[in-house]
């Protein structure tokens, strides 16, 4: 059980760092060309992911912190990424309830319309905020494959993210469960041992 709650813990701060290093990268990139758009958003998929393996919760807190490290680093609107990660979050959370976030079918709707949701909002939140975004056709096609782009990569990201999940969680567990059965067999036999000598004497 030890061992269990460390692994988890272990697995979820590789996550962290993940997303952490993913978005300091992106932070020195963002920008208003239409080319910025064309992206996988990793962000998105680890939040979906963090709500299917940790809970609601701990996805929000990754989505907030994600978002404020994004506005940190791009030098735009404090809370303007936040508020992006969060709406990504939220949307997970209610689209779950109709698709399986743990099927590779509801994983890849679930990120895409996430991903779909955060471009849009990206765009209606720079008009509020008087930005000069033109939105041109190149810049749809680039949002468009974005999202396309992200959705096709989710269930290879989750597939991913499992393998390393099971060697973190479940190969302890494993030997500490194969640990536990030799020792019981080990007691038993010896209990069955003494029974048989004092039947003897």
Not at 64 to 87: E, N, T, W
Not at 176 to 199: A, C, G, H, M, P
């Amino acid at each position: 059980m030890e061992n269990g709650v460390k692994g988890r813990a272990l697995f979820l701060f590789c996550i962290w760092a993940l997303g952490i290093c993913w978005t300091l990268l992106r932070a020195h990139f963002i920008s208003l060309e239409p080319s910025s758009f064309l992206e996988i958003d990793l962000i998105a998929i680890l939040i979906a992911y963090v709500y299917l393996c940790y809970g609601g919760l701990q996805a929000a807190v990754f989505a907030a912190v994600q978002g404020l490290v994004v506005d940190i680093f791009s030098a735009g609107p404090v809370g303007f990424f936040l508020s992006l990660y969060l709406s990504v979050c939220g949307l997970a959370v209610l689209l779950s309830m109709l698709f399986d976030l743990s099927n590779p079918k509801g994983q890849g709707l679930i990120v895409g319309y996430g991903v779909l949701l955060k471009k849009g909002l990206f765009i209606l939140l720079l008009s509020a905020f008087s930005y000069r975004l033109i939105l041109s056709e190149s810049l749809v096609i680039y949002g468009a494959l974005s999202v396309l782009l992200t959705a096709v990569s989710a269930p290879l990201c989750f597939m991913a993210l499992d393998r390393v999940k099971a060697r973190v969680l479940i190969e302890p567990c494993a030997e500490n469960r194969d640990t536990e059965l030799l020792d019981v067999s080990e007691t038993f036999e010896q209990e069955y041992l003494r029974d048989i000598e004092k039947i003897r004497f």
